[in-house]
């Protein structure tokens, strides 16, 4: 049977029972930060993390996930790409920036591959932001996901976008020397929110 979301605990980073040690979502840069980087990241108020956990047993992290603000910043931006992005805004003057969330860690403990929670967690986020109880506008949806094939394919099934099809667009976009900063690993993608509320509203 189908984990889903709604049947498990949500707990916030800081929680005292959490079982991080324990948590292995076979992506070790991840399982770093929940376990080393994530009380530190939330106590600079540079995001909040958050985990999903057994019912049975409250200690058992399932999955966890962290969002920080974020902004999409359109004169950065080509027009080409500028009007691809925001195709669906209205605003007559413009935007400097696009008001959006930053999907900044997704992991999912390895015994429960399987049960399609990262595509439940971006669910979750997306119609968390659009809901009456945010507090502040976000426009968007973004993930900086690694620049593996599989996982890009896997967030595209996701509804989010590339930024950029070509790489050297979204090195300039970035500011990445990679004399200086080393390859780019990762790709910014992004969902326009806008559409999952209008969805809302109308059914």
């Known amino acids: 049977m189908e984990l889903l979301l709604k049947d498990l605990l949500w707990k916030p980073q800081g929680s005292p029972e959490l079982d991080i040690v324990s948590f292995d979502c076979e992506r070790e840069s991840v399982n770093e930060f929940f376990r080393e980087e994530a009380q530190g990241y939330q106590d600079e108020l540079f995001g909040k993390t958050y985990y999903f956990c057994l019912p049975q047993n409250p200690s058992s992290v399932v999955a966890g ?3 920080a603000n974020a902004s999409i910043f359109t004169k950065h931006l080509s027009r080409t790409r500028r009007e691809k992005i925001g195709s669906e805004v209205h605003h007559q003057k413009g935007l400097i920036n696009y008001p959006s969330v930053l999907l900044a860690q997704l992991g999912v403990d390895r015994r429960y591959k399987g049960n399609h929670l990262g595509s ?5 986020v997306s119609t968390w932001f659009v809901s009456q109880s945010n507090k502040s506008g976000c426009r968007y949806l973004i993930v900086d996901a690694y620049d593996e094939p599989e996982l890009i394919q896997y967030y595209q099934r996701n509804k989010l976008q590339l930024f950029f099809s070509d790489k050297s667009q979204e090195m300039k976009y970035r500011n990445w020397n990679e004399d200086k900063d080393g390859q780019l690993e990762t790709r910014l993608m992004y969902r326009d929110l806008i559409l ?3 969805m809302s509203i109308r059914q």
């Open 196 to 198: 999952l509320r209008r």
């Open 120 to 124: 439940q967690i971006i669910d979750f």
């Open 65 to 67: 996930f962290t969002v």
